[in-house]
Nanobody, 124 residues
Framework: VQLQASGGGLVQAGDSLRLSCAAS????????MGWFRQAPGKVREFVAA????????VYADHLQGRFTISRDNAKNTVTLQMYSLKPEDTAVYYC??????????????????WGQGTQVTVSS
């Protein structure tokens, strides 16, 4: 599967932003989907993930309540809606696909397919 993330940009603290990830090449519904992010000088971290059907989602504990993940299997897209953005949310955001795990995973090695990343910059 090929993944293309989009929607990043420069926003102010407190703004909202919606990231999208378009998938192509394989049956999208076969994959659990996740979002990860990497801030400058830091390791990549888990943000959110959603199950194949969209019935189950998990979030990084410190992000739950501000971020919402969703998917549309008919359109082969997964979306990350981000609210009340903070400067510490500044990072490159990556979407990823997992066709191995039975359940939604927070673990990066479970995801075998990655998009190119989209930059989100939050100014104070």
């Amino acid at each position: 599967v090929q993944l293309q993330a989009s929607g990043g940009g420069l926003v102010q603290a407190g703004d909202s932003l919606r990231l999208s990830c378009a998938a192509s090449g394989r049956t999208f519904g076969n994959y659990n989907m996740g979002w990860f992010r990497q801030a400058p000088g830091k390791v990549r971290e888990f943000v959110a993930a959603i199950s194949r059907s969209g019935s189950s989602a998990v979030y990084a504990d410190h992000l739950q309540g501000r971020f919402t993940i969703s998917r549309d299997n008919a359109k082969n897209t997964v979306t990350l809606q981000m609210y009340s953005l903070k400067p510490e949310d500044t990072a490159v955001y990556y979407c990823a696909a997992d066709d191995y795990s039975e359940y939604v995973s927070r673990t990066e090695p479970r995801y075998g397919y990655w998009g190119q990343g989209t930059q989100v910059t939050v100014s104070s």
